[in-house]
């Protein structure tokens, strides 16, 4: 039987809403200058959970870091 194992879903379950919210926050605060908020919805639509982590990994905690969160 072809099936998803528990390991599967479990990636599912965690990388699904990472990924989605990844994609939320780059198109609400994502500055539109030179195109930044295309080329991260573009990484992020295209590279799936991969996407989402980069895109954390380099501008959602620089906006952190930045704000003093």
Excluded: H, Q
Excluded at 6 to 30: F, Y
């Amino acid at each position: 039987m072809y099936g998803l194992g528990p390991s599967e879903l479990l990636l599912i379950v965690i990388l699904g809403p990472l990924w989605l919210w990844a994609l939320v926050d780059c198109v609400r605060k994502e500055p539109m200058a030179r195109n930044e908020r295309v080329t991260w919805v573009l990484v992020i639509v295209l590279l799936g959970p991969l996407g989402a982590l980069l895109y954390f990994a380099n501008r959602w905690l620089k906006r952190a870091r930045v704000s003093g969160r």
